[in-house]
């Protein structure tokens, strides 16, 4: 079937059956879908390609459909894994940080079981640079990021927009100092600092913090940071309290609170973000990715009152 639907999709009426498949992506059982004429001015095709491709996709069991009248065309049936296979892009893949942390546990289940209808798969990669390049250039169709790497990529020129925001300590509860020396309460001349150049959080926050500070910079990736600080190649760095708490590994350092100015909510809140303009994406993920429900499921997976699952 993957085939026939493959050649039909690299066919002229292919396009239009492609572009109303992903219109369809975000609707659902009852649903009222648009109208023939609707779709023409829409898709700027013929009313027969039209109707040729809407026989198309119930043709494969992609869809079945009610007409009602004057009440329009209902939705009685619908196989999103269907849907995407008669579009060009048949599968939904996402993008976000390794789930060193239950805090990305839980953003990782709550996503996968949300979109559990369709065709989708989540990667996992370090730096917030990598996962939003990956995006802009189509590889990922969406990606999760800290709110402030967002908006500095958005800022910066990058082709992407925010389309979910979780809310503040949705991507980490907060980030914080950590100092070999125990005596120490902050960043002092002559001590050598991680700096991640992949971490968009990492970095602002010790450029922040090293301000007017004759430091060295040592190029560390930011998960090896408290690894680092034990083995006395570096004397400070940043790094995630979530993960400091969950694994007990604080014994011998100092932690410290960061604060404003240096400090703000965006680095701790989660987005999604994907390549700007995008409109059938953003609908499906604004359809199906509830914020109040994402955030019950991040909470029970911190607190170990539900199995991680991604």
Known sequence: MKKVVNNVLYQKKGVTISHV????????VGDRIPSISEYQQEFGVSRGTMQNALSYLKEIDAIQLSSRGHMGTYIEKIDYVKLQDSTLVQELMG???LPYSRTYEGLATAVYEQLKDYRFN????????GRIKLVETGTYQFAICSQYAAEYAIENGKNIEIVQNFGDGSFVSQHVLVLRDSKADGIQDGMRVAYDCDSLDQGELTKRLIKGKKVKLVDI???LTLAALDEGIIDA???????????KSFEGLHIVTLNKPDYSSEFATAVIVIQKGNAYLKEVLDKNISKRYTLTVLEEVRKQKRRPSY
Do not use: K
Not at 122 to 129: D, I, K, P
Not at 241 to 247: A, C, V
């Open 95 to 97: 993008i976000m940080p």
């Open 122 to 129: 989540m990667a996992y990669a370090r730096g917030a640079v």
């Open 221 to 223: 990736r930011t998960q």
């Open 237 to 247: 760095g940043i790094w995630n309290y979530d993960d400091i708490l969950e694994t």
């Open 21 to 28: 498949a992903s219109s369809l992506l975000s609707r659902r």
